[in-house]
């Protein structure tokens, strides 16, 4: 079993592009949230998907979107990146309605410059 | 609303010295409590979890927490530190009636080892 795993591990944007990161969730999870993890801080709650729709969203901007695909993946977008947008992206995946754990991935580092 | 609280950024402790880390939450249902460490660069890794079942909640590595309703407090020990201990311990809450389970993280207290 993979866990979840989350692609590109590193990427470095400059101010004003867009970027997408990727999150294939634990075999049998169906459900995978984000994260955004500042320097020093712990996890902020992004967004939730199930059944290819956003479920549940944090205090974050629009820029901020999401997609699942019908085989439980996701994808994070983030249009217009800030400065501040420099975070560890933690995405995890659950199974919905059980109460089971959620496991996390290693997460995406992003660098705004 | 539900949030937690950790007191103290930074712990130190002696090699082989009991490790506190201290945690107190607030939530207006009965929650879900959990520790997490984080290692450096890397992802989250769940210690143990609360969930209703008994108080004292052991969980890997020798770790152990205990739910205090009357405090609020959700404190978690182990009673003798080992280097590899070193990381971020972070404390986090979820509802357990919503259907949309998000987790909420405290801001995180790092553990250091002397050794």
Redesign the interface.
Known sequence: DAGVTQSPTHLIKTRGQQVTLRCSPKSGHDTVSWYQQALGQGPQFIFQYYEEEERQRGNFPDRFSGHQFPNYSSELNVNALLLGDSALYLCASSLADTRAEAFFGQGTRLTVV | AQSVTQLGSHVSVSEGALVLLRCNYSSSVPP?L?W?VQYP??????LL?Y?SAATLVKGINGFEAEFKKSETSFHLTKPSAHMSDAAEY?C?VSG?Y???????????TRLSIRP
């Open positions: 879900y959990f997490y660069n890397q992802g989250l890794q769940l979890k969930t972070f986090a357990r919503s259907s949309a389970s998000k987790i909420i993280f405290g801001s995180g």
